[in-house]
C-alpha cells in the first residue's frame, strides 16, 4: 500500500516534502495524528461501543497510580493472587477510595472482587493495592498517542498502515489529513499574496538639468483589500456543522468574487490613467530641447518597465487567486467525505440493530 504521504498527494495535487511546501512532512505528520484522534473521538462519541477498535493494552503494572494518558478507560483487571488468574474491577467514585479498604464495609474489595477508581490526571488506583506477581493489574484503553502497525514506533508521513486502529477508518484518517493539507496550502497562499510590499513601485523622478521642465503625476496600482480566512469554516466543520459551513464558503466566494472584480477594475483605471500619462510625457518629449528629450525618453522607458511589472503583479494575484479558491474548494469536499465517512459509516451500522429490533 502506498504511504500516506503519496496517498495525500495524490488526493491534492500538492507535492509535499521535509521543507519550503505547504504543508511540509512535519506538518502532515501533525494532520495524520491529529486525524486519528479525531476519528477515535468521533466514532467513539457516535458509537461507544466501538471503543475496544482503538483499544491498547497495558503491560502488567505492579505498582498504584497507572496513567494510561486518557480518560477513556475500557476495563480494569486484576490478578486474584494467582499468577494469571485475572479478575475484573469494577469502577467506584473516589468518595469510596476508603470504603473498599475496609473489610466490614460492603464495598470491601477483595482480590476476588477488585475495584478501581481514576483519579486526577487520570491515574488508576486498583483495590486492594496491586504489588508484584501475583498481584498485578493491566488496563485495557483507547488509545491516545497514535502508532505505526509495523514497529510500533510514532505515526509519521511515510507509514500506510496505524495500530490499534480498525482497518477501515485509516481511509478517513487520509481525508483528514488531506483536507488539512489544502487548508494548510490556501492559508500560505493567503499569508504570502502579492501585497503593497511586493507591488512594483514608480520610478524614482529625474533630476532634469532643467529645472523648469515639470513631470505629470505618475499613477498608480491600488490593489484590491484581502479580507477572509478559513477559520470560520473550519470552526463548523469541527462541530460537524455542514450547512454553516457552506455559508462561510459563499460568503468568502463572494468576498473573492468581489476581489476580482475590484482588480479588474483597478487595472483598467490604472491602464487608463497611465496611457494618458503616458501621452503628457510624449508631449512634453515633443517641446522640449535635445538634452531634455534623451532624460525623458530615459524615464519613460522606466515607466513603460513599470507597466510591464504591474501587468504581471495582477496576473500574479489572478493566478494565486484561482490556486486559492480551488484548494478551498478541495477542502470542503474532502472535510465533507470525511464527516460523511464516519457519520455514514455508524448508521450503516446502526441499521442492522434496528432492524433486529424490530
Same mark, same amino acid.
Given at each position: 500500500?502506498?504511504?500516506?504521504?503519496?496517498?495525500?498527494?495524490?488526493?491534492?495535487?500538492?507535492?509535499?516534502?521535509?521543507?519550503?511546501?505547504?504543508?511540509?512532512?512535519?506538518?502532515?505528520?501533525?494532520?495524520?495524528?491529529?486525524?486519528?484522534?479525531?476519528?477515535?473521538?468521533?466514532?467513539?462519541?457516535?458509537?461507544?461501543?466501538?471503543?475496544?477498535?482503538?483499544?491498547?493494552?497495558?503491560?502488567?503494572?505492579?505498582?498504584?497510580?497507572?496513567?494510561?494518558?486518557?480518560?477513556?478507560?475500557?476495563?480494569?483487571?486484576?490478578?486474584?493472587?494467582? %499468577?494469571?488468574?485475572?479478575?475484573?474491577?469494577?469502577?467506584?467514585?473516589?468518595?469510596?477510595?476508603?470504603?473498599?479498604?475496609?473489610?466490614?464495609?460492603?464495598?470491601?474489595?477483595?482480590?476476588? %472482587?477488585?475495584?478501581?477508581?481514576?483519579?486526577?490526571?487520570?491515574? !488508576?488506583?486498583?483495590?486492594?493495592?496491586?504489588?508484584?506477581?501475583?498481584?498485578?493489574?493491566?488496563?485495557?484503553?483507547? %488509545?491516545?498517542?497514535?502508532?505505526?502497525?509495523?514497529?510500533?514506533?510514532?505515526?509519521?508521513?511515510?507509514?500506510?498502515?496505524?495500530?490499534?486502529?480498525?482497518?477501515?477508518?485509516?481511509?478517513?484518517?487520509?481525508?483528514?489529513?488531506?483536507?488539512?493539507?489544502?487548508?494548510?496550502?490556501?492559508?500560505? !497562499?493567503?499569508?504570502?499574496?502579492?501585497?503593497?510590499?511586493?507591488?512594483?513601485?514608480?520610478?524614482?523622478?529625474?533630476?532634469?538639468?532643467?529645472?523648469?521642465?515639470?513631470?505629470?503625476?505618475?499613477?498608480?496600482?491600488?490593489?484590491?483589500?484581502?479580507?477572509?480566512?478559513?477559520?470560520?469554516? %473550519?470552526?463548523?466543520?469541527?462541530?460537524?456543522?455542514?450547512?454553516?459551513?457552506?455559508?462561510?464558503?459563499?460568503?468568502?466566494?463572494?468576498?473573492?468574487?468581489?476581489?476580482?472584480?475590484?482588480?479588474?477594475?483597478?487595472?483598467?483605471?490604472?491602464?487608463?490613467?497611465?496611457?494618458?500619462?503616458?501621452?503628457?510625457?510624449?508631449?512634453?518629449?515633443?517641446?522640449?530641447?535635445?538634452? !531634455?528629450?534623451?532624460?525623458?525618453?530615459?524615464?519613460?522607458?522606466? !515607466?513603460?518597465?513599470?507597466?510591464?511589472?504591474?501587468?504581471?503583479?495582477?496576473?500574479?494575484?489572478?493566478?494565486?487567486?484561482?490556486?486559492?479558491?480551488?484548494?478551498?474548494?478541495?477542502?470542503?469536499?474532502?472535510?465533507?467525505?470525511?464527516?460523511?465517512?464516519?457519520?455514514?459509516?455508524?448508521?450503516?451500522?446502526?441499521?442492522?440493530?434496528?432492524?433486529?429490533?424490530?
Amino acid at each position: 500500500m502506498a504511504s500516506f504521504k503519496l496517498q495525500v498527494e495524490a488526493l491534492t495535487g500538492i507535492t509535499i516534502d521535509s521543507s519550503a511546501t505547504s504543508p511540509t512532512e512535519g506538518q502532515l505528520t501533525d494532520f495524520l495524528v491529529d486525524g486519528v484522534l479525531d476519528v477515535t473521538n468521533k466514532v467513539i462519541s457516535l458509537r461507544p461501543q466501538e471503543a475496544e477498535s482503538f483499544s491498547i493494552m497495558s503491560a502488567e503494572q505492579t505498582s498504584d497510580g497507572f496513567n494510561p494518558g486518557t480518560s477513556m478507560i475500557i476495563s480494569v483487571i486484576r490478578e486474584n493472587g494467582t %499468577n494469571n488468574e485475572w479478575v475484573p474491577c469494577r469502577k467506584i467514585p473516589f468518595d469510596l477510595q476508603y470504603k473498599v479498604t475496609d473489610v466490614e464495609s460492603l464495598h470491601y474489595a477483595s482480590k476476588f %472482587n477488585p475495584a478501581y477508581m481514576v483519579s486526577q490526571n487520570n491515574n !488508576i488506583h486498583v483495590f486492594p493495592v496491586a504489588g508484584s506477581n501475583p498481584d498485578a493489574f493491566k488496563v485495557l484503553y483507547v %488509545n491516545n498517542a497514535p502508532k505505526e502497525a509495523g514497529d510500533s514506533s510514532a505515526l509519521e508521513y511515510d507509514a500506510n498502515d496505524i495500530k490499534y486502529f480498525p482497518d477501515d477508518k485509516v481511509h478517513s484518517v487520509v481525508l483528514y489529513a488531506s483536507a488539512m493539507s489544502c487548508m494548510a496550502a490556501a492559508a500560505n !497562499i493567503h499569508q504570502t499574496l502579492s501585497t503593497e510590499a511586493t507591488k512594483p513601485t514608480p520610478p524614482g523622478i529625474p533630476l532634469f538639468s532643467d529645472k523648469e521642465t515639470k513631470l505629470p503625476t505618475v499613477p498608480q496600482y491600488i490593489s484590491p483589500v484581502l479580507d477572509f480566512n478559513l477559520s470560520a469554516v %473550519n470552526a463548523n466543520l469541527s462541530n460537524e456543522d455542514i450547512e454553516m459551513s457552506e455559508k462561510e464558503m459563499d460568503k468568502i466566494e463572494k468576498k473573492m468574487d468581489k476581489f476580482r472584480a475590484e482588480q479588474d477594475n483597478n487595472q483598467k483605471i490604472f491602464t487608463k490613467e497611465l496611457e494618458t500619462f503616458k501621452s503628457e510625457l510624449d508631449m512634453l518629449i515633443k517641446n522640449s530641447d535635445r538634452s !531634455i528629450q534623451v532624460e525623458v525618453a530615459e524615464y519613460k522607458s522606466n !515607466i513603460e518597465k513599470y507597466q510591464m511589472d504591474t501587468a504581471q503583479y495582477s496576473a500574479s494575484l489572478q493566478e494565486e487567486m484561482a490556486q486559492y479558491k480551488w484548494y478551498t474548494d478541495q477542502y470542503m469536499t474532502l472535510m465533507n467525505q470525511y464527516n460523511n465517512s464516519i457519520i455514514g459509516g455508524a448508521s450503516k451500522q446502526a441499521q442492522p440493530e434496528q432492524e433486529g429490533r424490530r
